[in-house]
């Protein structure tokens, strides 16, 4: 019913710059949260960088100054550049979307596939 579509991922040298992109789609009443976690191997999954409706934003301080989410809300698409790219950046990428599909309904959590992001020289 609810799909997240992602891309941009690749494979990039250090330094480099990458932007991905996340879109929702299906029946979406509304949006309350857009968020990218990260999961490199072997290690736990964490919280990128968060973006609500109403626009505020918080990042993990390992990309604070370096990453910049962003949304559109009337396409439900959130992206998140990516600038001055380091090896700890490798990871698969993930693109949550918390929102309802009417405006009676609970909220709930929907993930993307993830995209590998490899940051090598």
């Known amino acids: 019913q609810v799909q997240l579509v992602e891309s941009g991922g690749g494979l990039v040298q250090p330094g480099g710059s990458l932007r991905l992109s996340c879109a929702a789609s299906?029946?979406?009443?509304?949006?309350?949260?857009m968020v990218w976690y990260r999961q490199a191997p072997e290690k736990e999954r964490e919280l990128v960088a968060a973006?609500?409706?109403?626009?505020?934003?918080n990042y993990a301080d390992s990309v604070k100054d370096r990453f910049t989410i962003s949304r559109d809300n009337a396409k439900n698409t959130v992206y998140l550049q990516m600038n001055s790219l380091k090896p700890e950046d490798t990871a698969v990428y993930y693109c949550?979307?918390?929102?309802?599909?009417?405006?009676?309904?609970?909220?709930?959590?929907?993930w993307g596939q993830g995209t590998q992001v490899t940051v090598s020289s």
């Open positions: 949550n979307a918390d929102l309802r599909s009417n405006r009676f309904g609970g909220w709930n959590n929907y």
């Open positions: 299906g029946r979406i009443f509304n949006v309350n949260a």
């Open positions: 973006i609500t409706s109403g626009g505020s934003t």
